[in-house]
C-alpha cells in the first residue's frame, strides 16, 4: 500500500478512508480476542450456516427438479421481495446515520473536497455493509445450491450486488427528501420509521404467504402461469427482471446490473449539493433552543417510590428521549413479531 499513492481528496482517497474506518467497526464486534480465535470463530460460523443451508438447498433442489416453474419463480420472487425490501431499509438507516452520527461530513464539505466525491465514496461504503450483511445469510444456500450441480446459482451474487447499488440509489434519495420534506429535526426518527416499514410489511407478506392456504398458493402459480403478456403476472416483464436475472439468465442480468448502475451514478452525481446541505443542517439540528433545567413556579421533582421503581422509571424516561432507539428496538420487535407467532 505505501506504494500506491492516492490524491487527497479524490474520490479514490475518500473510499480508503471509508472503508478504512468500515473494517474497524467490523473488527471491533471481535475486541478483545486474539487473531486465532478470530479466525476460529468465523470458520466455525461459516461451517455451521453451510450446514443448516444444506437441507433447504436440498428441498429448493428438489422443486426445481419437479418441473413445476411456475412453483419456482413463485419461490424466487418471495425471496426477491424479501431481499430487496431489506436492503433499501439498511441503505435508508445506513444513509441517515452517516448525516447524523459520524459528525465528519460537515469537516469534509468544508474543505476544498466536492461532494459529489464525499457522497460516491459514502454511498460506495453503505452499498457495500449492505451487501455484506445480506450475503451472509445468503451464500451458504447459495453456495449449497451451487455445489449440488446447479451452478447458475452463482448468478445470485452479481443480483444481490447490483441490488445493493440501487437500494443505496434509493435510500440516500429517500433522506434527502426527507429532509427536503420534514426537516432535520424529524428526518432521523422518520426514517428510522419508514425503514421499519418497508422491511416489515414485506416481512410479514412473506410470512402471510408461507401460512396461507395451498388454495391460495395453487391459485397464485395458476396465475403465473397463464399470465398473458402485459401482466404483472407474467415472468417476461419488467417486474420479474431481477428474479430471472437471480435465476441465471445473462441477458436479464445485464440489464438488472445496468439499471442498478445507473441509478446509483445519478443519485451520487445529482444528489451531491443536496446532501452536503443536509449535512450542514443536521450538524446544527441539536443546536436548538436549550432546555430550562429549572421554570418558575414548577414544583421539583420528589422520589416517592422504592429505589428500583425510581429506576425504571428513569430509564423509560431516557428511552423516550430517543427516538432513535425506540424506533430500533421497534424494528427488531417487528422483524421478530411473526416467528413468534408462529412459534
Not at 207 to 222: D, F, K, M, N, T
Request: proline share 5%.
Amino acid at each position: 500500500m505505501g506504494a500506491l499513492k492516492l490524491e487527497p481528496g479524490s474520490f479514490a482517497w475518500l473510499l480508503d478512508h471509508d472503508l478504512r474506518l468500515s473494517r474497524r467497526r467490523f473488527a471491533s464486534t471481535f475486541a478483545g480476542m486474539s487473531t486465532t480465535v478470530k479466525v476460529v470463530v468465523l470458520l466455525h460460523a461459516v461451517v455451521i450456516f453451510h450446514l443448516l443451508a444444506w437441507p433447504v438447498a436440498r428441498w429448493i433442489g428438489a422443486l426445481e427438479a419437479s418441473g413445476n416453474r411456475p412453483g419456482f419463480l413463485l419461490l424466487m420472487a418471495g425471496g426477491i421481495l424479501f431481499v430487496l425490501p431489506w436492503m433499501i431499509a439498511q441503505s435508508l438507516t445506513s444513509a441517515t446515520r452517516a448525516l447524523y452520527v459520524r459528525g465528519d461530513l460537515d469537516l469534509l464539505l468544508s474543505s476544498p473536497v466536492s461532494a459529489r466525491s464525499v457522497l460516491a465514496s459514502r454511498a460506495f461504503v453503505i452499498v457495500m455493509e449492505t451487501v455484506g450483511s445480506v450475503l451472509i445469510f445468503l451464500s451458504p444456500l447459495v453456495n449449497m445450491c451451487a455445489s449440488m450441480g446447479r451452478p447458475h446459482w452463482l448468478a445470485v451474487y452479481p443480483t444481490v450486488i447490483a441490488g445493493g447499488f440501487l437500494a443505496a440509489a434509493l435510500g440516500i434519495g429517500m433522506a434527502v427528501g426527507l429532509f427536503g420534506l420534514v426537516g432535520p429535526r424529524r428526518t432521523r426518527l422518520i426514517s428510522q420509521i419508514l425503514a421499519t416499514f418497508i422491511g416489515a410489511i414485506f416481512l410479514l407478506g412473506l410470512q402471510a404467504l408461507s401460512v396461507v392456504p395451498p388454495e391460495v398458493r395453487r391459485g397464485l402459480i395458476a396465475a403465473i402461469d397463464a399470465a398473458a403478456p402485459g401482466d404483472a403476472m407474467n415472468t417476461a416483464g419488467a417486474l420479474w427482471l431481477p428474479v430471472r436475472a437471480a435465476m441465471g439468465d445473462l441477458a436479464a442480468l445485464g440489464q438488472w446490473i445496468v439499471l442498478a448502475l445507473s441509478a446509483f451514478a445519478l443519485a451520487a452525481s445529482t444528489l451531491g449539493p443536496k446532501f452536503a446541505t443536509s449535512v450542514v443542517l443536521s450538524s446544527s439540528a441539536g443546536a436548538a433552543v436549550p432546555a430550562q433545567s429549572t421554570v418558575q413556579g414548577r414544583t421539583p421533582f420528589r422520589f416517592r417510590t422504592t429505589l428500583g421503581t425510581a429506576i425504571r422509571l428513569k430509564e423509560w424516561r431516557l428511552l423516550m428521549r430517543d427516538p432513535w432507539l425506540s424506533s430500533q428496538l421497534a424494528l427488531q420487535i417487528v422483524y421478530t413479531l411473526p416467528v413468534a407467532v408462529v412459534l
